[in-house]
């Protein structure tokens, strides 16, 4: 068991917006260019850790995470660069989880090596699918040989290991889901992320559903499919801690993700990065300019408007820990609900939809499956009243919220 890391403690997201091709379903902040400016995209990431540096450099960092776009479109230079300058600007524990995305292509896979040297410890691939006709239809420019080939390299070269698939892709039955399970169970990965497709509003595969063509599975299918996921991996020693994410062990969980979910601090530094920080006793998102190009300009200009900071209400840290906490299988402490909360959760675990769990709201499969629903209606029996019996920052040494996730 890892020791207790302090509430002091932060983690750092670097956004970069790049990518090859955007997917088509994609509505992170990512662009495609002919040219990536990478040489001044880094010094303009070394000036934001430095600018926040200043104000937290008492605070003890314990994972990095590369996200974008493309990370691994990085040289392994730029990103030992970046690395070195998170070190310099703040406090490093001296097992912090460096993660860093990636994709399956010949290309970056090619690189892991060098990307290993330059501190990265973790690595996240884009695998998404290992049958060649969804590959194609989500629009990604690896094939299922690629897609085996970099897990395969990547294992021996990282010493943690994760990857993405997305299933309930239109007409998917249950043998090819478990086709898909199959394959990735054979790596034997320590931790997979599984998601289920979605429509989002700023994407080609949305455009298409308005159009009429494409339709994705029903929201029952939609349940039969995350039941079978659960029951698969469960049955190969993966337990789902959060509702898309499955690790082997606690160790194998990834601790810049489970700060997220524990609404814990991070600092969110790139174009579009969002972070989250508490400052003399409240809490604020940031945002910084989504524009690449902006972006960079603002960077090179040294101008404070490149981050936009605000600071959440009562309500909105109780809607997102909510939001997030129900996420988890560990769930919330009692302590966060309110006397009408409880009543409706007595209500939900004697319908199955919440485990009998005495210290803690932990919801179930059949929960889980009802999150929005439920996330709604205790949003509804939320009042004024409420707020002031809810304890948004109980310290939970029972469980232990970990230096190593």
């Known amino acids: 068991m890892g020791t207790l890391a302090s509430v002091e403690d932060l983690s750092l997201y670097i956004h970069f917006p790049y990518c090859e091709r955007k997917c088509p ?85 090619s690189r892991f090596s060098f990307l290993r040297s330059a ?29 085996r080939i970099a897990l395969e390299h990547a294992s021996g070269i990282f010493p943690r290991l994760s990857f993405d698939l997305i299933v309930c892709l239109p007409q998917q039955s249950d043998a090819a889901l478990k086709r898909e399970l199959n394959a990735a169970l054979s790596y034997g990965s320590e931790h997979l992320c599984v998601y289920q497709l979605t429509l989002e509003k700023s994407t080609e595969f949305y455009r298409r559903f308005r159009k009429g063509e494409l339709s994705l599975p029903s929201a029952r299918r939609s349940s039969e499919i995350y039941r079978l996921v659960e029951e698969e991996l469960s049955l190969h020693g993966y337990a789902s801690y959060e509702i898309s994410s499955y690790a082997r062990t606690p160790m194998a969980r990834s601790r810049h993700n489970l700060v997220y979910w524990r609404y814990g601090d991070y600092v969110g530094v790139g174009p579009g990065a969002h972070g989250r920080l508490r400052l003399s006793g409240d809490m604020f998102s940031t945002l910084e300019t989504r524009s690449p190009e902006r972006w960079l300009r603002q960077a090179c200009s040294l101008d404070s408007v490149i981050e936009k900071r605000w600071r959440l209400s009562a309500r909105e840290q109780y809607m997102e820990r909510l939001l997030m906490g129900l996420r988890l299988r560990e769930g919330l402490p009692r302590a966060f609900f309110s006397s009408r909360a409880l009543k409706f959760i007595d209500d939900l675990r004697l319908i199955g939809y919440c485990e009998n769990v005495f210290t803690r709201v932990c919801l179930s499969l059949e929960g889980r499956l009802r999150l929005d629903t439920i996330v709604s209606e205790l949003s509804d029996l939320l009042d004024a009243e409420d707020m002031l019996e809810i304890d948004f920052y109980e310290e939970d040494l029972s469980l232990g919220i970990l230096s190593n996730g």
């Open 25 to 109: 379903y994609c509505d992170f902040n990512s662009h495609v260019r002919q040219r990536i400016p990478e040489e001044e995209y880094v010094r303009a990431i070394l000036w934001r850790l430095r600018c926040h540096g200043e104000v937290f450099a008492d605070r003890v960092v314990r994972s990095i995470f590369f996200g974008g776009g493309t990370p691994s479109l990085l040289s392994a230079g730029s990103v030992s660069r970046i690395i070195d300058g998170a070190a310099r600007y703040f406090s490093l524990c001296s097992d912090c989880e460096i993660t860093l995305e990636a994709n399956p292509s010949s290309y970056e896979s």
């Open 119 to 147: 501190g990265v410890n973790r690595i996240s691939l884009g695998v998404q699918s290992f049958d060649d006709s969804s590959l194609r239809f989500l629009g990604r420019l690896h094939d299922s040989k690629q897609a």
